[in-house]
């Protein structure tokens, strides 16, 4: 009797020829994902990764000039001799993503790349996944600081988001506690996932976490306690704004009790300022019909950087964060699903279906009334 495979190990099996219907080609990672959501959205943006002068590199050009002209594609940097970054995503029907990734130019990026006059005029900075860029992690992660330094002395309100390293890699074996501590203090808005920081922070308790449960899908454990500790870490160690992204289950936040130090964060600080003072939210996702899940947190925070830039409070932007995020859900590849910000806030106001929160949150209590924004509030909040 021969043993019935399920989820992926049913179709990734030697030999077995599988019908997966047509491609789809689209640029992706942090720059073009939350770059395009950003500029879906109806922002002005402008993206700067490093690529290759390779085919690759000249097809990446050409989509993000096909999405918003040279304006939006000026930015990119182009590195004579060194092949583009790629990445195979296979995205089966209900099975979590799997990423098969070549790093290629993301490697030798370095804070040279940005000159001072591209930030000219800008009002925020986002970098996202230094894991997969060798040069950020190697020497302590003096690069890193470096580069989001750069950023921040320009008067940039600077965000920083994260990707889980292979743990066999040498970016799984760096020291990322030492790195953050060295990078956080310049800054602002800290967006990883959960267990993207549960894994560099507090490598051990992730294993043993994993080893309890018996799966790496942590996500369904970040109870109100833990989210509670690692984000008043993250707060000590120099960010203003702590959003941790939880998948299915929701978009977490917590900011600093300092209203001087949120008011120094740069262009982007946010305008009702008394609202964003010492606060913990926590918001569930919107009900779809999902498609695909590739580019889901870039979308999102994209969601909440619009938001931000928009001036709203903490409970609207949390909310136009996770709207976003299900938008995008709604179709397999990274950017297409997400419309204007109007759009989104109109399906908001129709009355959009949410999840049921499935954290243990214990003391928290829900948003109510008639002015319910959808949002559980922290037990320190009144």
């Known amino acids: ?18 019908d997966i ?20 959205l109806g922002l002005r943006t402008k993206l700067m990764g490093k690529i290759g002068d390779d085919m690759f590199g000249g097809a990446i050009v050409d989509v993000l000039r096909s999405y918003g002209g040279q304006e939006l594609a000026g930015g990119m940097i182009v590195a004579a001799g060194e092949s583009s970054s790629y990445t195979l995503v296979i995205n089966p029907p209900n099975i979590d993503r799997i990423f098969l990734h070549c790093t290629g130019a993301n490697d030798t990026f370095t ?16 970098f996202g996944y230094p894991p997969l860029m060798r040069k950020m992690y190697e020497d302590g992660g003096d690069e890193l600081a470096a580069l989001l330094a750069k950023a921040k002395n ?10 889980k390293p292979d743990p066999e890699s040498p970016a799984g074996r760096a020291d990322w506690r030492s790195i953050l501590l060295k990078a956080l203090p310049q800054v602002d808005v800290f ?31 970040a109870d109100g306690p833990l989210l509670r500790e690692l984000s008043q870490e993250l707060l000590d160690l120099g960010v203003s704004i702590v959003v941790l992204k939880l998948g299915e289950h929701g978009l977490y936040l917590r900011t600093t009790d300092d209203a001087a130090k949120l008011a120094a964060i ?80 109109q399906r908001m106001a129709a009355g959009w279906r949410r999840r049921q929160v499935k954290l243990e949150l214990r003391e928290w209590r829900r948003g109510g009334g008639s002015s319910d924004d959808g949002a559980w509030y ?5």
């Open 1 to 18: 009797m021969h043993e019935m495979k399920e989820g992926i190990g049913a179709i990734l099996v030697p030999g077995k020829l599988v």
């Open 21 to 40: 219907g047509a491609a789809v080609i689209a640029t992706g990672g942090a720059v073009s994902n939350t770059g395009l959501a950003l500029h879906r």
């Open 111 to 126: 804070a040279a790349d940005i000159q001072e006059e591209a930030l000219i005029g800008a009002r925020l900075f986002h």
């Open 154 to 163: 320009a008067g940039l309100t600077v965000s920083l988001d994260l990707a």
């Open 191 to 221: 967006l990883p996932s959960f267990e993207e920081i549960l894994y560099m922070l507090r490598r051990e308790q992730y294993e043993s976490l994993a080893l309890q449960h018996g799966t790496n899908d942590l996500l369904p454990f």
């Open 266 to 345: 740069g262009a982007a600080a946010p305008e009702q300022l008394d609202a964003w003072v010492d606060r913990e939210l926590l918001v569930p996702c919107f009900e779809v019909a999902v498609a695909g899940t590739t580019g889901a947190g870039d979308c999102t925070i994209a969601g909440f950087l619009a938001g931000l830039l928009k001036g709203l409070a903490p409970e609207a932007v949390l909310n136009g964060a996770v709207a976003v995020g299900a938008c995008n859900v709604e179709q397999a590849d990274a950017t297409s699903g997400v419309p204007a910000w109007e759009a989104v806030q």
């Open 378 to 382: 922290g037990p320190g909040e009144q």
